[in-house]
């Protein structure tokens, strides 16, 4: 024969592995043993009673802190509720006896061996439903902590367990005692605690207990729908729960729950003593429960439901879910599962606290459209000065309700439920659905105001009756406009509001005020719109604004409505518009902008009206990026472009800039999309960018001939190292260094002497000479310029006879000399003026060689110095508001370059036009030889604070002497 605790291992191990089939062949071998042999049954005592002894891993595991006093009584209660009937009246005998001693017992069908085996065992349970806690578990044990002694006994099971000082002991434990009819559990508690679990029971009807209290005892007749879950499956509609209190002999009283029917509407009622105290109204959903008074018949009841009543309760009644200092005055009760609590059902299980609250709010949500039918509000005659009207709630539970939907921390959908399905019942007409009234409600809440100005009579005047006309006033239809207007003002302690309601329906006018009807209004306010808000909501779709051209409507109407007397806030993604003492919220989340130009343009002419210049810039940068949204790189830009809005680049990050948000290159985009979208003033530095990219650009090959035969004496495979050269008209005397796959390596200076080796070496403009070219097959061929290449090219060639076609003199284009002094500015990168006139005479050269002797202006003996000329071409010169043509001529002669100055220093132009406007002052001042003239040139510098571009225009004064300059200039009008 298998031994105790060979069975019970058994046992425990599949309960662990679920195995229930195995579970019961043990049980039923351990009960036969129990049955036929009394040294097993007394080895079965002595393996609890020796588990229990000393500090066993019971003792030293159960935390009495985890469970105190209080949940003694919801632990007993809980236990008597997880068993099963035999019948729907459910008694439960609760008795105070002598020397603290305290017994339930009810009329449950009794104990089996299994359930008695879990009782005694720790850490493990019944149940293995997720909703609820398993029953005769670690909480049934915490009981046996927090008493001096408790006694059990079920059917023919008995035991005795003593508390020494917090040391568990069991002292008796039978499984052949004389059959008990149902389970009854005797415990001892010091007498203070005894002392309040008496006063708790005998006033469970008036006031709320700390040990028990009403809507517990209603959540467990609500969760106790079948006696029996093995023998029923149908809910038992006519079942009661009866506790009788005992002191000693007497019968103090009888509580009783039951259901009962009045028109058509189900409700739970408590009893006293078979007096009805209060109905209770509730509803279900997976594994929760709601319950509100739905009528208080004891007006003593009034205690329970007004005092400060936790926001949850459980079923399993084992300890509120408190909120600490802040419980709050909710006069509703939710039972939660116990997949929300913590292992002591003292609590919301530790990540639970949001997924319970959404529980809460969904069951609360369902709750109300259930019961919509007691949410009516009647509105009558008051005995009151103004003959006003007064608020009156047809039902009881709308009070109830309405509190603890409003008074919560259930905001969100259950109030929006309530305020959906709330009706008004007027004087002398049919119901209104309050959704029909407040459609178009508007108000005017002037906030708190101090008491002598209410005392004084002045504030009734003005934030009433004035403030009343004036919305009145500024809405032009309010045939059916509903209005409220109010105030606050400190009475000492206490807080007080005084309103006026106007409502309008259906032609009638009907006013409740707070003089008539009393502090409580019940919160009809919610839902009507300030002024602003009613004039501004045909605007706005789903609460947010759709798009630029809504945007700029709003403001527009602000812009009437309060002229420069409001200001405009922006924080995530909203904008607040404060004007005539209200603010409004305009919500962009996902605004569609179309016109980005005009997005910005609309905030832009408002920026006097932002707090401050984040605000502004951060409205700015937010009308960028939902423009950017959804769109490439290449569509943006081009966009931005397009609707004339300044993408500047920013070389720092390698990002365009647009209002200050910087916004990155796409790796896919080649060079000529990126030169192309590049803004004029970036491109001189912004040639990194084209790293790793293709140029995008048909190549143009080698235009000039060459004797194959000449350059194989100093190129091996000359055709070759032709073919690696390419021209690409970027328009910069720069190199681009191209790999294999033909992306850029590294773009170096047109006057590069060394380049790193690379596939094909491409120049970025397709100006060119052939002495050039001959530089750039040396760059391939050798890694630098050696000259070897030239030299055979041009070797025994007449002096001006080495680059066919080309004169002493070129004649260049006006078009193509601005083009020249722009880029060699722009290759020049400091703030050295006569540097950069240097890089505009090496970029004249390099461009527009030419071979001659003596210069015919300044009589400079100038050898093979190159230089140029430029003769009768047009330009347009402004003269107040007209612009008059002038045939100009110009030289330019390199050996005097230094004294030539003023023509254009890097990061200037002359009155803030092109370089050749200060012609005009030129003819205004009488140029002479040997006079000096006047110039003021401007720049313009461009500062980014905190993302944010700064502008700031400067002027500078110089004088050039145009004979020094050697500058020929004739002005023909």
């Known amino acids: 024969m298998a031994t105790v605790q060979k069975l019970l291992g058994d046992f425990f191990e599949s309960n662990a592995q679920n195995n229930r089939e195995r579970m019961a062949s043990t049980l039923k071998e351990l009960e036969v043993n129990l049955e036929r042999s009394k040294d097993v049954r007394e080895s079965f005592a002595g393996y609890f009673a ?16 985890d469970y105190p006093i209080e949940s003694v009584v919801r632990e007993l209660f809980q236990n008597a509720f997880d068993c099963q009937y035999a019948e729907s009246d459910y008694k439960l005998a609760v008795t105070f006896k002598d020397n603290g001693y305290i017994s339930f017992a009810y009329n449950e069908r009794g104990f089996s061996l299994e359930q008695f085996i879990y009782y005694m065992s720790f850490g493990r349970n019944v149940s293995d439903n997720p909703n609820r806690e398993g029953h005769f578990g670690v909480g049934a044990k915490s009981v046996f902590m927090n008493v001096q002694e408790l006694t059990m006994r079920s059917n023919i099971f008995r035991f005795n367990i003593k508390n020494r000082d917090g040391m568990l002991e069991v002292t008796d434990i039978s499984v052949d005692r004389p059959l008990f009819l149902g389970t009854e559990v005797t415990f001892q508690v010091p007498p203070e605690v005894y002392a309040r679990i008496h006063d708790n029971f005998l006033t469970m009807d008036s006031k709320k207990g700390d040990f028990l209290n009403m809507p517990e005892v209603v959540f467990a007749f609500l969760k106790k729908k079948i006696p029996d879950d093995k023998a029923q499956t149908e809910e038992i509609k006519g079942r009661t729960l009866n506790i009788a209190i005992v002191t000693g002999e007497e019968l103090n009283m009888v509580y009783t729950v039951a259901n009962h029917v009045e028109d058509d509407h189900t409700f739970i009622r408590f009893f006293k003593n078979r007096e009805p105290v209060a109905d209770f109204i509730s509803h279900e959903k997976d594994g929760m429960s709601v319950i509100f008074p739905y009528r208080i018949i004891d007006k003593a009841a009034e205690g329970v439901v007004s005092a400060k009543n936790n926001l949850f309760a459980t079923y399993e009644l084992t300890g509120l879910i408190t909120r600490g200092d802040d419980e709050g005055k909710v006069p509703a009760w939710v039972s939660l599962p116990t997949r929300f609590i913590n292992v002591c059902r003292a609590g919301i299980r530790q990540g639970q606290e949001k997924a319970a609250a959404d529980q809460i709010r969904v069951i609360m949500t369902e709750f109300i459209k259930a019961n919509k039918w007691l949410l009516i509000l009647n509105i009558v005659e008051a005995n009151s000065p103004d003959g006003g009207l007064r608020f009156e709630p047809e039902f ?6 309405h509190k603890a939907v409003f008074g919560s921390p259930w905001k969100g959908s259950p109030c929006d439920a309530f305020m959906s399905y709330l009706t008004l019942k007027f004087p002398d007409t049919k119901p209104v659905p309050y959704a029909e009234i407040r459609v178009d409600a508007c108000l005017k809440d002037e906030g708190k105001i101090s008491y002598d100005e209410h005392e004084s009579g002045e504030a009734q005047k003005e934030y009433i009756d004035r403030a009343l006309e004036k919305l009145k006033a500024r809405l032009p239809d309010i045939t059916q406009s509903s209005f409220y207007v109010s105030y606050s003002y400190d009475d000492f302690i206490v807080s007080k509001r005084v309103f006026l309601y106007e409502f309008r329906h259906g032609g009638h006018v009907w006013r409740v005020t707070s003089e008539s009807t009393g502090d409580e209004d019940f919160e ?7 002024m602003s808000t009613r004039l501004t909501s045909r605007f706005v779709k789903n609460a947010k604004v759709p798009d630029e051209t809504s945007l700029e409507t709003i403001l527009t109407l602000y812009d009437k409505l309060y002229t420069d007397k409001y200001e405009i806030d922006y924080q995530l993604l909203r904008f607040y518009l404060t004007g005539g003492g209200e603010t409004e919220m305009i919500d962009v989340t996902g605004i569609a902008i179309n016109s980005l130009k005009a997005a910005t343009d609309s905030l832009r002419d408002r920026q006097a009206r932002f707090t401050g210049d984040d605000a502004f810039y951060n409205s700015v940068a937010r009308m960028t990026k939902e423009f950017a949204r959804g769109k490439t790189f290449t569509k943006f830009i081009s966009d931005v472009r397009e609707q004339g809005v300044a993408a500047d680049y920013d070389e720092r990050r390698k990002a365009f800039n647009i209002f200050g948000i910087p916004i990155p290159l796409s790796d896919d985009i080649p060079c000529n999309i990126v030169w192309e979208i590049l803004p004029e003033k970036n491109r001189a530095n912004a040639f990194s960018m084209f790293k790793g990219r293709e140029l995008g650009l048909d190549l143009e090959a080698c235009p000039y001939t060459f004797d194959l035969g000449d350059l194989g004496g100093v190129i091996t495979n000359p055709a070759s190292v032709i073919e690696k050269t390419a021209f ?9 260094l191209l790999d294999a796959d033909g992306k850029v390596i590294e773009i170096v200076n047109g006057d590069a002497q060394q380049i790193p080796t690379c596939e094909t070496l491409v120049l970025l403009t397709n100006e060119h000479t052939k002495r050039g070219f001959c530089g750039m097959l040396e760059l391939v061929a050798f890694g630098e310029k050696n000259g070897a290449v030239s030299k055979t090219v ?12 080309q004169p002493v003199f070129t004649t260049v284009p006006a078009d193509k000399l601005t083009e020249l002094s722009k880029t060699a500015v722009r290759l020049y990168d400091g703030d050295d003026a006569m540097a950069a006139v240097y890089a505009f005479a090496t970029a004249s050269d390099s461009r527009y060689p030419g071979y001659g002797t003596t210069c015919p202006v300044s009589g400079a003996k100038l050898g093979s110095v190159q230089h140029f ?23 330019m002669c390199q050996t005097i370059a230094e004294e030539t100055a003023a023509w254009y220093p890097i990061g200037l132009t002359i009155g803030g036009k092109d370089p050749f406007v200060w012609l005009e002052q030129v003819k205004a001042n009488g140029l002479k030889s040997e006079n000096e003239l006047p110039l003021k040139l ?6 980014e604070i905190n993302e944010a571009i700064v502008v700031n225009e400067r002027t500078l004064s110089v004088k050039l002497s145009a004979l020094n300059a050697a500058l020929i200039i004739a002005l023909n009008s």
């Not at 020796?50 to 802190?65: A, D, L, P, Q």
């Not at 025994?796 to 080495?802: D, E, Q, S, V, Y």
């Open 869 to 891: 000329t430029i003769s009768g071409f047009d330009v347009l010169l402004p003269f107040g508001n007209k612009e008059r043509s002038f045939s100009i001529a110009l030289y």
């Open 50 to 65: 020796e588990i229990y002894s000393g500090r066993s891993f019971y003792n030293t595991m159960i935390n009495v802190e």
């Open 728 to 736: 690409a008209d970027f328009g910069f005397e720069k190199y681009a």
């Open 938 to 943: 401007s720049f313009t510098e461009r500062t």
């Open 396 to 401: 009881e539970a709308f009070s109830y309700i």
């Open 794 to 805: 041009f070797a025994a060639k007449g002096l001006n006879h080495g680059v066919p076609k």
């Open 524 to 530: 009809l306010y919610n839902g009507f719109r300030k």
